[in-house]
Nanobody, 121 residues
């Protein structure tokens, strides 16, 4: 099983930015779609963004478009999420995922443990 490790979470003031990163120990990210989900306290987990295996296609939740940007570097086995103009309602645990195939039209197969993002006003 692939182990995914997120980093970059923390405290940020409303309106600020954070950049999350995720890497893997062991198996490569190449050949798989990657993405991010989040779960706020008391809420269901929700999709944030995804990118196909070579970065040719991305999908981001409508409410986040223009503020959140996903990227990947297959040579470094990393996927990142740039988050701008954060608001307190986006306080959540953010999870990195690896999908089972080249594209993200499937359920994720592997999940990281998550990184906490706390946005304060």
């Amino acid at each position: 099983q692939v182990q995914l490790v997120e980093s970059g979470g923390g405290l940020v003031q409303a309106g600020g930015s954070l950049r999350l990163s995720c890497t893997t120990s062991g198996r490569t990210f190449s050949g798989y779609a990657l993405g991010w989900f989040r779960q706020a306290p008391g809420k269901e987990r929700e999709f944030v963004s995804a990118m196909d295996w070579n970065g040719g296609h991305t999908n981001t939740a409508d409410s986040l478009k223009g503020r959140f940007t996903i990227s990947r570097d297959n040579a470094k086995n990393t996927v990142s999420l740039q988050m701008n103009s954060l608001n307190p309602e986006e306080t959540a645990v953010y999870y990195c995922v690896r999908y089972r195939r080249l594209y993200y039209n499937t359920e994720p197969g592997d999940w990281g443990r998550g990184t906490q993002v706390t946005v304060y006003s």
